[in-house]
């Protein structure tokens, strides 16, 4: 009777679906940026500012950055499974959580094919992958544009309305700057990563907010 007891406490500390999805969306940017400072770190000369996140997959340790693709777009999917079942829908919902879906398996994409070296004849790996940093970009600001009216009218959300409004402007703002950007920009690397920290973060903020809620409803249900 008594293991019974602590075996019923114990699953009760554990966290539920919702949470477990909610840590997929928490794990997944730390650890994008965990293998991406230790790919760069590990090759001499290489600069955060002039070269880019892609470049990376080229070097002697690229393995690890791509691990790194490879599990956030996974973790983002898993994600965004949780935003579909946690979230009020509203007009767009639909879309944006169809857009979420595509930009994690653009990141997977990212990942499963490397770019080509600067220089280089363009291969069909290196074109994929081109294609998929398109899409990323491309799809993370009409996705969270998509998901506004949904967040701003669900209570429990509302106060993420104003941070994905304003990730969102950055993003068309940052996307858009992108495609005008000069071949041999000087500061590409940093561009390039200030896009890339927007949306994760995004993704790390909304995904800390859904494990809160996941937990407030487990001692509501708890204390009843």
């Known amino acids: 009777m008594n293991e019974t007891k602590q075996k019923s406490r114990n699953s009760s500390r554990g966290l539920d679906v919702h949470g477990i999805l909610a ?40 393995w690890i950055q791509t691990i790194g693709f490879l599990v956030i777009g996974l973790l983002v999917e898993i994600f965004t499974a949780g935003l579909f079942l946690n979230v009020q829908r509203k007009r767009g919902f639909g879309v944006g959580i169809g857009l979420l879906v595509f930009f994690g398996f653009s990141l997977l994409l990212i990942g499963a094919f490397r770019t080509d070296p600067v220089g280089a004849a363009p291969t069909i790996e290196g074109r994929i992958h081109l294609a998929a940093s398109y899409a990323v970009f491309g799809f993370f600001p009409i996705a969270i544009s998509s998901l506004i009216p949904s967040i701003r009218n669900d209570p429990k959300w509302r106060g993420m309305f104003l941070y994905t409004a304003v990730t969102a402007g950055l993003a068309f703002a940052l996307t858009i700057g992108w495609w005008f950007l000069p071949v041999k920009l000087s500061y590409f690397g940093l561009y390039e990563r200030i896009m890339v920290a927007n949306a994760i973060v995004w993704v790390e ?14 001692r509501e249900v708890k204390g009843q």
């Open 23 to 62: 840590l997929a969306g928490i794990v997944g940017p730390l650890g994008l940026i965990a293998t991406d400072f230790a790919a760069a770190f590990s090759q001499p000369g290489y600069n955060f500012v002039k070269d880019s996140i892609s470049s990376l997959a080229l070097t002697s340790l690229g």
């Open 205 to 218: 903020v909304v995904a800390i907010r859904l494990l809160l809620l996941s937990v407030k409803r487990k």
